[in-house]
């Protein structure tokens, strides 16, 4: 078994892109062993797209290489804003090889990048389906929040033994569409002092700048406990660049955001990755300016954003969000809608010295 880089092709379908294109095959096989089912498979295309934009992150992938084909990757991502201390690494090993060593190798890879990437803080994390957890009474549990993960996972296994801490836990939950009209009627509310606006794919031009400042908080105005994490620059080209890398995933941007009439800020938005075939749409961010809490604007984003969805792709039966253990007011939010428990995510982090 031998750890190389991988190349990453500028077009499929040619003999430079043949290992690239082994990979998304050999993690699609990993995702499904997971989960069952295949909401999280992706094409050649899709994970193209994501690796092609380098703007204002760097992924570096090296894979597992054992008797000529490809066995597990670790990917490292890191974060290119000035000041940035984290790096984020993805570790997957082929289920039927796991023991084996290989993850072991592969994170020591991931590592040596961090540190030859002058990182500080490398940040991991383990997924959980709800299947997954039934029974479990031994629990590792997080600096926050109530839930824990299993300690007999082997993915919980593999953190605590390679000195990784588990700094916080988030909620996956499911939403089956449609709502029913009565407790869709039950969300509804007048908005006194805001307003909503909705656009897919492409953020309106006299709304970008402010669209920019808004997600920029995303990395400082959201739960973080027991986690470090890096505050992320955000202009209006940033923003387009990720609606480009979207557009190109076949997974534009549903969103609606709450303006503030007095001020003209953008006071709360959320939005949804929405792609062109299959029944389900992911969650992306979902945020409530601090100066503007307290009106409500969460349950009011969240439900005009899916009044949208029905009304523009109405293919979409499923909703995904993942939200921080301990952020109660958003949790609540989500059960008035009727979501419903679908999974949890560890985030581990490492501090080098």
């Known amino acids: 078994m031998r750890v190389t880089r991988l190349h990453i092709p500028d077009a499929l379908g040619t003999r430079e892109s043949a290992a690239f294109e082994e990979l998304v095959g050999v993690l699609n096989g990993i995702v499904v062993d997971l989960w069952g089912d295949d909401d999280f498979v992706e094409t050649a295309e899709q994970a193209l797209a994501a ?8 992924r570096i992938v090296h894979v597992a290489v054992e008797e000529g084909a490809i066995v597990g990757r670790v990917e490292a991502i890191f974060p290119l804003e000035e000041d940035s201390e984290t790096v984020s690494l993805l570790v997957d090993v082929a289920p039927a090889l796991r023991g084996r060593g290989i993850g072991t190798a592969l994170l020591e890879k991931g590592e040596e990048l ?7 803080v490398i940040s991991t994390y383990t997924e959980h389906p709800v299947r997954t957890l039934e029974g479990a009474d031994r629990l590792v549990r997080a600096p926050a929040g109530t839930a824990g993960l299993p300690r007999e996972s082997p993915h919980v296994r593999f953190a605590l033994k390679h000195g990784y801490t588990l700094g916080q836990i988030e909620r996956s939950s499911e939403l089956h569409l449609p709502l029913p009209p009565e407790r869709e009627a039950g969300l509804t509310m007048t908005l006194n002092g805001f307003r909503l606006v909705s656009w897919w794919g492409a953020a309106p031009d006299d709304l970008l700048e402010r669209f920019a400042a808004m997600k920029a908080r995303m990395s400082t105005d959201i739960p973080q406990t027991g986690i470090a994490v890096d505050p992320e620059d955000w202009d209006g080209e940033r923003v387009r660049s990720q609606e480009r890398t979207l557009v190109a995933r076949g997974e534009p941007l549903l969103v609606t955001a709450a303006v503030h009439e007095e001020t003209g800020e953008i006071a709360a938005y959320t939005e949804l990755a929405v792609p062109a075939d299959g029944t389900k749409a992911e969650q992306y961010d979902t945020l409530v300016a601090r100066a503007h809490r307290g009106h409500r604007l969460g349950t009011a984003v969240k439900l005009r954003n899916i009044q949208e969805l029905g009304r523009r792709a109405p293919h979409i039966r499923r909703i995904l ?22 999974a949890l995510t560890g985030h581990w982090q490492k501090t080098l010295d």
């Open 114 to 120: 961090a540190a030859e990437g002058g990182r500080r």
């Open 51 to 58: 690796h092609r934009e380098q703007d204002y992150v760097e």
């Open 321 to 342: 969000t993942w939200n921080a253990d301990e952020n109660d007011p958003m949790l609540a939010i989500n059960r008035a809608f009727g979501f419903r428990p679908h």
